[in-house]
Every structure is written in structure tokens, then in C-alpha cells.
């Protein structure tokens, strides 16, 4: 029961009533009712205290969640109330004695500046909700937007590759990280995405149990979110072709560690064939290269007798960092201890 009261009280405050309503004048009367018990315990205790006190609170919360009329009607009831409970048996002899002239004239300001007060409040949320509504409604458009011309693009890529189906399937799966990606993107108003998120959506494919995260999580930023896909997307394709993951024994560890506004991460298969360099520069590794320079990335690429071992680290966009943190970032421990081998640019995908 109390929880459902508690409910319903956080729906109210947040969501508030229609003005000019009936349910938010009784919410008003229902807020004076509360003041006056309220005055009443307090005059047991101390039956000087001020006349008035109590119904300031009761005018603001109506005011809040009614309207301006409702917290203007709850300020009248008020004062009725107060009046008839609570004043002195003698006050019509006194009734314009300085002291009660000045608590009718702070009664009447006060309410007035907490009723203008929570009626700003309320006209500044409502247009912030507003606000919101319309950007998510332009989110969604936006998506739908995006599926169809990613649905397009693929259309087209199908149509002009009818006879390479291994180099459709490839752009296919990238089409479709890509989509995740922005998925992601979307359901956050493309502030960004959580990287665990994004391994989650790139390893869906496999069984997680191959799979070793070692890392704090953070959020990746819009512009490298999707860097960050298509660059875990290649490398985890190249595993399942040629590397650790196109066999039952193979497995991938992979951590990371961030340090002030630079991320080092550590990508180590093991398990699979032996890795064979390739003197072709293919995709994946353009992509690492490349697409990672705009974050002033590194890339360490190594062919080990248990699988390739790929280093890469970068600055999180907008992010500074000095000496000391980028040599410490270089410095960061490896997933496994690893022998130095030649070091080579990988043809991933």
C-alpha cells in the first residue's frame, strides 16, 4: 500500500496535473488539509508559533504540481484556514495592530513570489520536455533514416557484386557493425556508447565463453564509437577466418587500460593455427592505421606462434594528456608476457 502511495506521488511530482483541472484544485485543498494537522501538532507543541508557517510549503508543492491557479488557490485556502483555526480568540480588537498588518503583508508577498516562482519552474520543464520529445522524435526519424539508406546501400552492393559472394558478405558484415554501432548511438541521443556495449554487440556472433575482457568500462564517445566497431568487427572476423576463433580450442584476450583521456588496448589470440604475415595491406589493417590516426592512434602488430597479438593505443576525442601519461599509457602491461617478434602491418580482413 505504501508503495503504491509512494508511486503515485513520484508521478504526480514528475508528472504533475493539468492546470485549470479539478484534480488539481483538491490536490491544492488536499495540500492545505496537510498544513493545517500539520500547524495543529506543531501548536501542541508550541502554540506561538507563527499563524502562517505551515501553508507556505503547502502553497508551493500545489503550485509545483497544479499550476499557478492551483498554488494561488491553496495560498487563499491558507490563509481562510489559518484565520479560522488559528488565531487569537481576541484578534478582531487587534486586528490592525502593526504585528498582524505585517504578517498579512509577508503572507500575501511570500505566496505571491512562491507561486511566480513555481510557475517559472513549471513553464521552463515543460519546455524542456517538450524539447526532449521533439529530439527524440527527430532520433527516431533519423534512425529510420539511416536503416533505410544502410538497406539501400546494401541493395545496391548485392545487385553489383552478384558474382563475388565472398566480397559481399564481407561488405555486408560491415554494413551491419556499422548498424549496431548506430544503434547504440541512437538509443544513448548519440552521446556516445559504452565500450562494453559495443564488444557485445561485435562478439554476439560467437560463444562468449572465448572470449577474456580485462577493463573498466567507459563511454566511447560518438565519432570513435564507430571507429571502434568496424576496427573490433575486422579483427574479429580475421580471428574466426584465419586466427584463434576458426577453431574449437581457440580463445581471445582482450584488455584495456585507460589513463587520463588515452586508451591502451591489447588484443591477444591464442589456440588457433599460427599466424601467417601477409605482404598484403588488406582492410583491417587500413582501417587500423588510418582510421585511428585522427585519434593520434599507435598500432603494434605482432605474429606469435600462438596468434596474432595486435597493440594499439589513442587519445579519446576532445581529451588532453601529457608526457608522463602517454609514456605510461606505451608502458601498460600486456594481456600475456610475449616474446619480441618482427613487427609487421597485417593484411586483417
Known amino acids: 500500500m505504501m508503495q503504491r502511495v509512494l508511486a503515485r506521488w513520484r508521478e504526480l511530482w514528475h508528472g504533475g496535473l493539468p492546470p485549470r483541472s479539478l484534480a488539481a484544485f483538491v490536490f491544492a485543498l488536499v495540500c492545505v488539509a496537510i498544513a493545517t494537522i500539520v500547524r495543529m501538532a506543531i501548536g501542541e507543541i508550541s502554540p506561538a508559533s507563527a499563524v502562517f508557517a505551515p501553508y507556505y510549503s503547502a502553497t508551493l508543492v500545489a503550485a509545483l504540481v497544479g499550476g499557478w491557479r492551483a498554488g494561488s488557490f491553496a495560498a487563499a485556502a491558507g490563509a481562510v484556514a489559518a484565520f479560522w483555526f488559528f488565531v487569537p480568540p481576541d484578534w478582531t480588537s487587534h486586528a490592525f495592530d502593526r504585528e498582524w498588518i505585517v504578517s498579512y503583508f509577508l503572507f500575501a508577498v511570500s505566496s505571491l513570489v512562491i507561486v511566480w516562482a513555481a510557475k517559472s519552474y513549471r513553464d521552463l520543464l515543460w519546455r524542456l520536455r517538450d524539447e526532449q520529445e521533439r529530439r527524440q522524435l527527430l532520433n527516431r526519424e533519423l534512425a529510420h533514416r539511416i536503416r533505410n539508406t544502410l538497406a539501400i546501400v546494401e541493395s545496391v552492393i548485392s545487385r553489383t557484386l552478384r558474382g563475388q559472394p565472398e566480397l559481399r558478405t564481407k561488405l555486408h558484415d560491415r554494413i551491419a ?165 618482427r613487427i609487421n602491418k597485417a593484411a586483417v580482413g
Not at 580485462?214 to 571507429?227: Q, R, Y
Not at 568496424?230 to 580463445?251: C, D, I, M, P, W
Open 177 to 341: 557493425a556499422l548498424a549496431v554501432t548506430n544503434d547504440l548511438l541512437i538509443k544513448t541521443g548519440w552521446r556516445g556508447a559504452a565500450l562494453r556495449a559495443i564488444l557485445a554487440g561485435e562478439f554476439a556472433p560467437y560463444d562468449d565463453s572465448r572470449f577474456k575482457l580485462d577493463g573498466d568500462d567507459f563511454e566511447c564517445p560518438s565519432e570513435l564509437a564507430t571507429v571502434l566497431a568496424l576496427v573490433f568487427h575486422e579483427l574479429t572476423t580475421n580471428a574466426a577466418k584465419y586466427g584463434a576463433l576458426s577453431t574449437s580450442q581457440g580463445r581471445v584476450a582482450l584488455s584495456w587500460i585507460k589513463h587520463n583521456e588515452r586508451v591502451a588496448f591489447d588484443w591477444l589470440e591464442s589456440g588457433g593455427p599460427p599466424p601467417a604475415a601477409s605482404r598484403r595491406e588488406g582492410f583491417g589493417t587500413t582501417l587500423l592505421h588510418k582510421g585511428l590516426c585522427q585519434f593520434g592512434g599507435m598500432v603494434e602488430m605482432r605474429f606469435l606462434p600462438s596468434g596474432l597479438n595486435c597493440r594499439f593505443s589513442l587519445d579519446l576525442p576532445h581529451g588532453q594528456r601529457d608526457a608522463a601519461a602517454a609514456a605510461a599509457i606505451e608502458e601498460a602491461p600486456r594481456s600475456a608476457t610475449v616474446p619480441p617478434a
